[in-house]
């Protein structure tokens, strides 16, 4: 824009923008902004659920696999990003920690029953395993038909589809190797209930 100011105006006209493209960068900052939100009010839930301060940071590690999966899509798919992706981005801070309470609750479950961390999180990965699947599979396969992009208005709904899923599926994968490091990394053995 400054190249254009000096080269072709007059030095008595200038040049800014404005219209749809000043309206898409506030939109997206207010939608980071919502982001950033939605990740501490998350937190604040699951800080209260499970009456500890380091377990809501071991689920809320599931959300940046997430982004990293949306971003993956974007990339892929060439989409690019705007108000409907970053939507999509805000919802699935949402979703994916939902394989991450499932899988550290049961870690709980089993510590407070009197396993140690390295065995709770060992037995929690194979029993909870198939409703991890599950619940994403599930969740991924009925927004398909967005993300394919069917009927009138699919374009629109498309980016925030393929943001959704792509992210899900690589948070789901990633959450299995990511959820029993981090759980090893900030509860020992012998802490199991009391852990804040």
Sequence with gaps: M????????????????????IEMKESLRS?????????????????????????PFIVILTVPLGI?????????????LGVLSMIGVILLCGIVVNNGIIYVSRIQQLQNSGLGATEATRRAGIERLRPILITSTTTILGLMPLAMG?????ELRKPLAITVVWGLAVATILTLAVIPSGYRA???????????
Excluded: H
């Design 2 to 21: 400054r190249a254009l100011d000096g080269r072709i105006l007059s030095p008595t006209t200038t040049a800014k923008m404005s219209g749809q493209n």
């Design 31 to 55: 939608l980071g902004m919502a982001l950033a939100l939605a990740v501490f009010v998350v937190y604040l839930v699951l800080a209260s659920t499970f009456e500890s301060l380091k377990l």
């Design 68 to 80: 990293c999966g949306a971003i993956f899509a974007m990339l892929f798919t060439g989409i690019p």
């Design 150 to 154: 069917f009927g009138p208005g699919a």
């Design 186 to 196: 900030l509860v020992s053995d012998s802490e199991g209930e009391a852990v804040s």
